[in-house]
């Protein structure tokens, strides 16, 4: 049974915007922190953003001022609002979910930025 569902990835132009939303099983109880994470192909899977269940927000340098993430503590959900896409954002993204007793991940969604 999948804990963390992801959608919203897909194709989009250089410049363009995508919005990826996680939600996450309600058996997944007290998630300190929320974010996303990605992997492009040949590389490691690194950081985008997290945002904490009181709302404080952590940005890779490379995203800052374009992505935005968001989070519904009474719905277990976060947004990833992208803007400004570019071809170095194309990967495969990942919900990530942080409780005291393990990690959760998504399955992963792509977003290709080409024109």
């Known amino acids: 049974q999948q804990q963390l569902m992801e959608s919203g990835g897909g194709l989009v132009q250089p410049g363009g915007s995508l919005t990826l939303s996680c939600a996450a099983s309600?058996?997944?109880?007290?998630?300190?922190?929320m974010g996303w994470y990605r992997q492009a192909p040949g590389k490691q899977r690194e950081l985008v953003a997290t945002?904490?269940?009181?709302?404080?927000?952590n940005y890779a340098d490379s995203v800052k001022g374009r992505f935005t993430i968001s989070r519904d503590n009474s719905e277990n959900s976060v947004l990833l609002q992208m803007n400004s896409l570019k071809p170095e954002d194309t990967a495969v993204y990942f919900c990530?979910?942080?409780?005291?007793?393990?990690?959760?991940w998504g399955q992963g969604t792509q977003v290709t930025v080409s024109s």
């Open positions: 945002v904490t269940r009181a709302g404080k927000t």
């Open positions: 309600r058996s997944i109880v007290i998630i300190n922190v």
């Open positions: 990530n979910a942080e409780t005291p007793w393990r990690n959760y």
